[in-house]
């Protein structure tokens, strides 16, 4: 038995000692790995989703990367006139932009109004910009009569979109120049200015119920924020809505079409201060 013991006692300890790998430098690797394959399947899981969805939800999501800025985004709500509204005749609105374009080219002046004339196909349709020029182009300078140029720009345009069957919205803008006085203001003169052209265009080839809103925002939707006197903000826009876009409400009479101005009768005969 004391033997035994000595023998255990004699005995060498044997230590084990583990040697740590690469593990802890590249430990991480396979977590962003794993990320990029994740990503990777979303990806393909959203293509296959849409791949199977409606053409209208095409046509939304597609629109989007069409109009990112936003114009088609926000249009056609009833709270700011901006909203979006799905379509399924995106290619024939583009053929309607080309249409239109070449016809206005067949106007003697087309030349010195080419660059004042913008239309871009967005979410909610094709939106024509009428842009003001420094010294007046579409509108006399502080006024809400259309001029010579304005008025044949007008008359072409109605003789074009009055053979289709899309309803038409008309917005007036102003820039932030304020009026010297609160008897007439940016709000009357955009409202004015939207209610004009919607009466040439009513009386050159437009249908009776072919207009269904005109909007007067006066300097609150800027076509440059970053230079808010900026002639351009100044601008007629007229709207080209999709066949099957959500219809509009009509409960504001805000947003219905008048041949009145939009000021009181009291104010309505004094001419407007000079003014853009």
Do not use: C
């Not at 004042?116 to 182009?137: D, F, H, Q, Y």
């Not at 803008?173 to 008897?183: E, G, L, R």
């Amino acid at each position: 038995m004391a033997e035994s013991s000595s023998s255990e006692a004699l005995r060498p300890i044997i230590v084990i000692k583990k040697k740590a790998g690469h593990g802890g430098h590249h430990g991480g690797a396979w977590k962003v790995a794993y990320a990029d394959f994740v990503t990777a399947m979303m990806a393909l899981f959203i293509v296959l989703w849409l791949m199977s969805t409606s053409q209208e939800v095409k046509q939304a999501v597609g629109g989007y990367f069409l109009d990112p800025k936003g114009h088609g985004k926000q249009a056609g709500s009833a709270i700011t006139g901006r909203g979006e509204s799905l379509n399924i005749k995106q290619n024939q609105m583009d053929q309607l932009k080309t249409k239109i374009q070449q016809a206005l080219k067949q106007l003697p002046e087309i030349q010195k109004l080419e660059k004042n004339i913008k239309m871009t196909v967005t979410g909610e349709g094709l939106r024509i910009e009428l842009l003001e020029s420094a010294k007046g182009m579409f509108f006399e300078s502080g006024s809400p009569k259309p001029s010579a140029d304005g008025t044949e720009l007008l008359i072409k345009l109605a003789q074009e979109l009055g053979a289709i069957p899309n309803s038409i919205l008309i917005e007036g803008h102003t820039d932030a120049k304020p009026f010297p006085s609160d008897a007439y203001t940016n709000w009357e003169l955009s409202a004015d200015r939207a209610n004009a052209a919607r009466r040439i265009m009513q009386t050159n080839g437009l249908r009776p119920d072919q207009v269904t809103q005109v909007r007067g925002y006066a300097d609150q939707q800027l076509r440059d924020p970053s230079h808010p006197e900026d002639a351009s903000n100044r601008r007629i826009t007229v709207i080209v809505r999709y066949l099957d876009a959500v219809p509009l409400p009509t409960a504001a009479a805000a947003s219905q079409p008048s041949a009145k101005p939009s000021v009181p009768p009291a104010l309505a005969s004094k001419a407007p201060p000079p003014h853009h």
